[in-house]
């Protein structure tokens, strides 16, 4: 055993090598190889022509949830022939190869990068791939998580490995206490707009530093999710104490001495002190604030506190060509308070921002109160679990009370694969990670914001500050009035 401090990406990157032929990218180990509706009809197809097996089924999981419709009914008879094709294929697929699939109707159906982790799949330490980018959620276990395209998932299928050239390293701390107010989600915008959506290309960031190691499961996922917004391959937190007391007693979680001897092995993978990163970056987390994105890149973001920014300001010809066609396409213009920018929609949800605690930090703003008149706004929970979960603890008649539509898990409004899109020209604020020109559909406009942001915007029918906004002590104020008067 050599003694060089090493960081959590090597200790897992080493952990996984199968060869490393001279010349050639080092073929790695797949622990885990989730599986959705989108990307994995030409990988078995593949498999089919040339007349093989899933190497290891019992190391696959599928489910489906870009395409299903969130609405209860629509789900059993999808309209769309492109969706109901791809979901009924993976049906076809799973059963023929021997994948367990969590099929609409299940207790277990979800967004992929939802279900992994509650059912106690994701572990530490774990390879984890599937053909989606945002497979670096997993990555908050302390597992080496990955998005990869549809030959790569038949690659997997049929060897349980894959080639990969080895990534550099990037530690970005985040040191301090959170301001209240300010969510994860601000944390991973506030990263993205400061180092750009190339800014990690080609390496592993590990989130390390208080605020960090302060946040819930719930939080560390939001911005591993985001990782792949800033170019990372994957994103990384090391394994602690909240990482083992979230996982114990899952359903697939290990249990009795199994479980001590895990926890054992987990603890050891935390980068060593000394570790050398090929690039580091700190944070003070006091500076942070509630972010929105104006434009068509998560990173293009500002504080709430901001105005749309003047393109003439860029730091490049380039940059200023890019904010220029933004603006136009969001129909923004430069000097808008971002706090006096209407929206139409609100969506929250997505495999950024569907879990329970985000669930319950909606519902906390949202009580008590109504959705703008002019709003429509929706709730679409990750999983059937995180469903479940919010209506035993009465959060979804929070929500329907307020007026938000309480949906079926799925991706929904998070793109635009499924019945929940954006019509041309409407403005949406929404929980999820990409505001691409019809990312929600065709001439659709989004704004980044947390789950917070997005269920005050809602309420107040544009973007505010969830630190000062007044709406929740001035409700309350009403309420006491009117029942004064009938006193
Ligand atoms: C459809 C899928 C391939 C895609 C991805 O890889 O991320 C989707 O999940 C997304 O978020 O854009
Ligand atoms: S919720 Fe959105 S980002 Fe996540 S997997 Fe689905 S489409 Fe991709």
Same mark, same amino acid.
């Not at 390879?127 to 997993?138: A, L, M, P």
């Given at each position: ?25 080092? @073929? ?35 489910? $489906? ?22 979901? #009924?294929? *993976? ?62 998932? %038949?690659?997997? *299928? ?5 080639? !990969? ?126 972010? $929105? ?19 003439? %300001? ?17 129909? @923004?213009?430069?000097?808008?308070? @971002? ?33 703008? &008149?002019? $709003? ?6 990750? #999983?059937? !679990? ?39 020209? %409407? ?12 990312? !929600? ?41 009117? &029942?004064?008067?009938?006193?």
């Amino acid at each position: 055993m050599s003694d060089t401090p090493k960081t959590l990406f090597e200790k897992v990157w080493e952990q996984h090598i199968v060869a490393e032929p001279a010349g050639e990218p080092t @073929l790695i180990y797949i622990d885990l190889h989730l599986i959705h509706e989108v990307t994995s009809p030409q990988a078995f197809e593949g498999l089919r022509l040339a007349g093989r097996k899933v190497r290891r089924p019992d190391r696959c999981v599928a489910t $489906v949830d870009h395409n299903v419709p969130t609405i209860l009914a629509d789900r059993f008879n999808i309209v769309d022939q492109i969706a109901a094709k791809q979901i #009924s294929t *993976l049906r076809e697929n799973c059963k023929e190869f021997g994948v367990e699939l969590y099929d609409i109707g299940s207790r277990e159906q979800g967004i992929v990068h939802v279900i992994g982790p509650e059912l106690g799949i994701t572990k530490p330490g774990m390879t984890i791939v599937c053909g989606d980018s945002h497979t670096s959620t997993h990555g908050a276990f302390g597992a080496l998580a990955f998005g990869i395209g549809t030959s790569e998932v %038949e690659h997997v *299928l049929a060897t349980q490995t894959l080639p !990969q050239g080895k990534p550099k390293t990037f530690r970005i701390a985040v040191e301090g206490e959170l301001p209240k107010g300010v969510t994860a989600k601000d944390i991973v915008l506030a990263i993205i707009g400061k180092i750009g959506t190339d800014g990690a290309t080609g390496h592993v960031i590990e989130y390390a530093g208080s605020a960090i190691r302060s946040l819930s499961m719930e939080g560390r996922m939001t911005i591993c999710n985001m990782s792949i917004e800033a170019g990372a391959r994957a994103g990384m937190i090391a394994p602690d104490e909240i990482t083992f007391e979230y996982l114990k007693g899952r359903r697939f979680a290990p249990k009795g001495e199994a479980w001590d001897k895990a926890v054992q092995e987990w603890s050891k993978l935390p980068t060593d002190p000394g570790a050398k990163f090929d690039r580091e970056l700190i944070i003070d987390a006091a500076t942070l604030v509630p972010y $929105v994105s104006w434009g068509t890149s998560p990173g293009m973001v500002a504080p709430i506190t901001a105005v749309v920014p003047n393109p003439a %300001e860029a730091q490049s010809e380039a940059d200023r060509r890019s904010f220029e066609r933004a603006l136009e396409y969001m129909d @923004l213009k430069a000097g808008t308070l @971002l706090e006096e920018i209407p929206v139409d929609r609100v969506f929250i949800g997505s495999c950024t921002n569907s879990r329970i605690e985000d669930l319950r930090a909606a519902a906390k703003i949202a009580r008590g109160h109504k959705v703008s &008149t002019h $709003v429509s706004a929706m709730v679409v929970p990750g #999983s059937m !679990q995180v469903k479940e979960q919010a209506e035993a603890e009465g959060l979804d008649l929070v929500f329907k009370e307020a007026g938000f539509d309480w949906r079926e898990p799925g991706c929904s409004m998070c793109l635009g694969m499924n019945p929940d899109i954006l019509s041309p020209g %409407e403005r949406c604020a929404s929980t999820s990670n990409r505001n691409f020109e019809g990312r !929600q559909g065709r001439g659709g406009r989004t704004h980044l914001v947390s789950p917070e942001m997005a269920a005050a915007a809602a309420i107040a029918g544009h973007f505010v500050d969830v630190r000062t906004w007044s709406g929740l002590d001035e409700a309350d104020e009403i309420q006491m009035s009117s &029942t004064e008067a009938v006193n």
